[in-house]
């Protein structure tokens, strides 16, 4: 067997531990006879996969008791609808601080349903930074502040919560969620699509504060209601079970490396190891203002563009995958999310010294 070292922005890379565990349960889950993927999800071993997979996360987050965990599925774009549906509780607006695609496309999704009020966007420095909270133009009035604490193809990410002056906090937390410890208690939803940091795609995470849930627009499905979803543990219909199941092992692994303490040094050690070297070669560049820098998605481009496709190249060869840029900016980027190694991200600063040298 040889396994690649994969950057890719998602589906990504998963801790082997975890892989080799789905490989030994496989065709017999826990003396059960059968694959977690032939299970009924109203059977007492599928339920006792998603209770102990919520527990888990409940602690390794440390989730307030007065929040909702749900699974539920149609990815994080679901939720850009779904947010407005369940949050605006009788008024008419929302804000979206837009630092990247992702935020500009739910604020794109959500103008469908509500008035949606750019309170600040990064566009015009082409997304490479936060704007400064000072010159966000919030509006009291406003049934939630949406940001996404890291944009996964512009590699900006927030290191602390903004102060919202009392308005539910809503955030994109897809590519950054379990990275390093977050205080919930500081936002009125988070919301994240599994296939970074939790496991395969096909389940996506909400936690919500309870008393924000409960009053949709007219004619919300039931599906589409978190009260509803929260009600019924997740299973108003069949869930994504496999998938729900490999993000529960996901969690016990975190919790084996030591919880989110230690995922975050050992995160912050990966992004500096990549990014110290980006910095001190002139052949790379990576434009994020320093302070707003992504610990997940290091996005780089080479002095000259051209030798984009040889860069690749070689680095295929060399056992490295995924690192060609999104296609909306060019160059390259490594995502280096929670099951990258230290030993992956010294591979990689290997390689593009090694380029330097024979290309540059
Ligand atoms: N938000 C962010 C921050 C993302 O990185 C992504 C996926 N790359 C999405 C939303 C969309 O996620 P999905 O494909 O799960 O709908």
Not at 225 to 234: G, H, I, L, T, W
Not at 312 to 341: D, E, P, Q
Request: proline share 5%; glycine share 8%; hydrophobic share 40%.
């Amino acid at each position: 067997m040889k396994r690649i070292v994969n950057f890719s922005a998602g589906p990504a890379t998963l801790p082997l531990e975890v892989l080799q565990q789905v490989q030994a349960e496989l065709l017999d889950w826990n003396g059960s006879g059968m694959s977690v993927m032939e299970m009924s999800h109203r059977d007492k071993e599928f339920m006792s996969i998603a209770q102990a997979a919520e527990q888990d996360l409940r602690e390794v987050m440390n989730i307030p008791a007065n929040y909702k965990v749900l699974f539920m599925q149609g990815g994080a774009t679901a939720q850009f609808s779904l947010v407005p549906m369940n949050l605006l509780r009788g008024k008419t607006g929302a804000d979206y601080i837009v630092t990247g695609d992702w935020g500009k496309k739910a604020a794109k999704v959500a103008a469908q349903l509500c008035t949606v009020n750019i309170a600040a966007s990064s566009e015009a420095d082409k997304f490479t930074g936060i704007p400064e909270p000072s010159s966000w133009k919030l509006d009291p009035n406003a049934a939630y502040v949406h940001i996404t604490p890291n944009e996964t193809i512009h590699g900006v990410e927030f290191h602390t919560e903004p102060d919202t002056l009392g308005v539910p906090l809503v955030a994109d937390m897809s590519s950054n969620i379990l990275s390093r410890p977050v205080d919930v208690s500081k936002y009125g939803l988070i919301y994240a699509g599994a296939q970074k940091n939790i496991g395969p795609s096909g389940v996506t995470i909400v936690i919500v504060r309870e008393d924000l849930i409960g009053e949709t627009l007219p004619k919300t499905p039931a599906l589409f209601d978190y009260k509803q979803v929260a009600d019924n543990d997740s299973m108003l219909n069949t869930p994504p079970c496999f998938a729900w199941y490999v993000a529960g092992l996901v969690f016990k692994w975190i919790k084996r490396q030591g919880g989110l303490a230690v995922i975050a040094e050992r995160n912050r050690h990966k992004a500096a190891l990549l990014y110290d070297y980006i910095d001190g070669e002139d052949f790379y560049t990576n434009p994020v203002r320093k302070v707003d820098r992504s610990r997940m998605n290091v996005p780089f481009t080479l002095a000259n563009p051209e030798l984009d496709g040889e860069f690749l190249k070689g680095a295929k060869a060399a056992g490295l995958s995924g690192l060609k840029g999104h296609r909306s900016v060019g160059g390259m980027r490594a995502s280096i999310y929670n099951a990258m190694t230290i030993e992956g991200v010294q591979q990689l600063v290997d390689y593009m010294k090694e380029f330097v040298r024979t290309r540059g």
